[in-house]
């Protein structure tokens, strides 16, 4: 069973910077994050391959970074300059990719980040 475990987060003020952590019990060709914020549907805003490609969403490319220590089994989120619309849950997840394993696709049970202005 695939376990996703996410650290970081809490509470942050805004302008400050932060960093998730996501440890996975598995190794996987994909891993990145999520968020949901009040009232909003999931929005995904950050992929890392294996291979160190990576995509940011638009809505926060700038501020946003992803990396992975492949060994570790861990993708991490960095967010710099918070705002207050930077408060959501943020979940990672993990794509085992279209020839792995199935089901494909496992998230975390996500984490809270809450800025404050």
């Known amino acids: 069973q695939v376990q996703l475990v996410e650290s970081g987060g809490g509470l942050a003020q805004a302008g400050e910077s932060t960093k998730l952590s996501c440890v996975a019990n598995e190794y996987a060709p994909v891993m990145g994050w999520y968020r949901q914020a009040p009232g909003q549907e999931r929005e995904l805003i950050a992929t890392?391959?294996?291979?160190?490609?990576?995509n940011i969403a638009d809505s926060v490319k700038g501020r946003f970074t992803t990396s992975r220590d492949n060994a570790k089994k861990t993708v991490y989120l960095h967010i710099h300059l918070l705002k207050p619309e930077d408060t959501a849950v943020y979940s990672c997840y993990l794509d085992r990719g279209p020839g792995g394993q199935w089901p494909r696709y496992h998230w975390g049970q996500g984490i809270q980040v809450t800025v404050s202005s």
């Open positions: 890392r391959t294996n291979q160190g490609n990576t």
